[in-house]
Structures are given as C-alpha cells and as structure tokens.
C-alpha cells in the first residue's frame, strides 16, 4: 500500500469562478492516488497584526495555521497582480508564518502555478512566492516551472479543462507527487 499525501492548496484568486480556482480544481483531479488535494480558503484571514496575534489569535488564523499543519506539502496556484502576488495570498503567507519560531509552512514540499490571461502567465508573481518560499524553509520543486497564460482559452464552454492544457497539467502534477515524496520529511 502506498503512501497518500495531503496536499493543501492555497489559491491566491479570491473569486469563486477564477482561472487560479478553476486550474486548481483541474489538477485535482489530474493528480495521481498518491496525492489528495484540498483548497484552503484564504478569503476570511484578517489581515496579519502582532498586535491582534498577542490580543488573542483570531479563529480563521487558527483553522489556517492548523489546515497548514496537517498537509504534507503545499500547492501554491496565484494570479498575478501588479507583477507581484494578491494581497490576500500575501497576507496568508505571514499568517501561517507567525508567531515566530512557529510556521506552519517549515519544510513542507511546494510547488507554484501561476495563471493569467496575459502572455507571460505571472511570471512576477511565481517568482514572488518562490522568494517567499526560500525564508520559510519550503524545498520548492524547480521543474518543470509553471507559467500559465491565456487562461481565457484553457477551459470549454461547459467549464472542464481543454485538451490543449491537459498534458502539460498533467506532467505537473505526476512530477509533484515525485517532489513530495523525495522531500516530505518523516
């Protein structure tokens, strides 16, 4: 019997019917027995205060951090704004970083798709959650990288993933289950 990876999956989109939401979903089901992934909210996470943190830890701060806790490895899928991240997934990062000396993201294996209608695919804001990602001690998988433009064009009328994408997806996925394994630690 082999071993099954929970995946928690931190989309950076806020919108229910996002591109990032919908390439999530997709990889869901593209992803291999070995992995089992599950999107984490993020839309209800107060913004990040110390202040707040030492007054009491709000409970949607909690169900984070714990959600966090509880997965093998973390899948990263974000649109990008400005070249550089939404602040809602921003602000999830340094929740699940704090307090200090306690994140919930430490050493867990991760990987980063970013999905755009534009030409370059978030380029910037891949490359922003992968810095992110040194700091909290988080092995990124490095390749294949994940640039994903056009994201009008990857879905039918009826809503499921195009044939055109699903290869590519596909290959993702089958060579994240190989990074979570290699790196998950014991």
Request: hydrophobic share 40%; proline share 6%.
């Amino acid at each position: 019997m082999s071993q099954v990876y929970s995946v928690a999956v931190v989309v950076g989109s806020l919108r229910k019917d996002s591109y990032n939401r919908k390439v999530a979903r997709a990889l869901a089901e593209l992803a291999p027995s070995s992995l089992n992934l599950k999107i984490i909210e993020i839309g209800d996470l107060p913004l990040y205060n110390e202040d707040v943190e030492a007054a009491g830890v709000p409970e949607p701060w909690k169900r984070f951090r714990d959600e966090i806790r509880h997965s093998d490895a973390v899948l990263f899928v974000t649109p990008e704004y400005n070249r550089s991240v939404p602040g809602a997934l921003k602000n999830a990062i340094d929740v699940g970083s704090r307090p200090y000396g306690q994140s919930a993201w430490s050493g867990k294996p991760a990987a980063v798709v970013s999905v755009s209608p534009g030409a370059i695919g978030g380029f910037g804001a891949n490359h922003a959650v992968r810095q992110s990602l040194v700091f909290l001690d988080m092995p990124c998988m490095q390749m294949p990288e994940a640039y994903i433009g056009g994201a009008a064009t990857l879905f039918e009328d009826s809503g499921k993933l195009g044939d055109k994408t699903r290869p590519f997806l596909q290959g993702f996925i089958d060579k994240f289950a190989s990074w979570v394994k290699l790196n998950r630690a014991v």
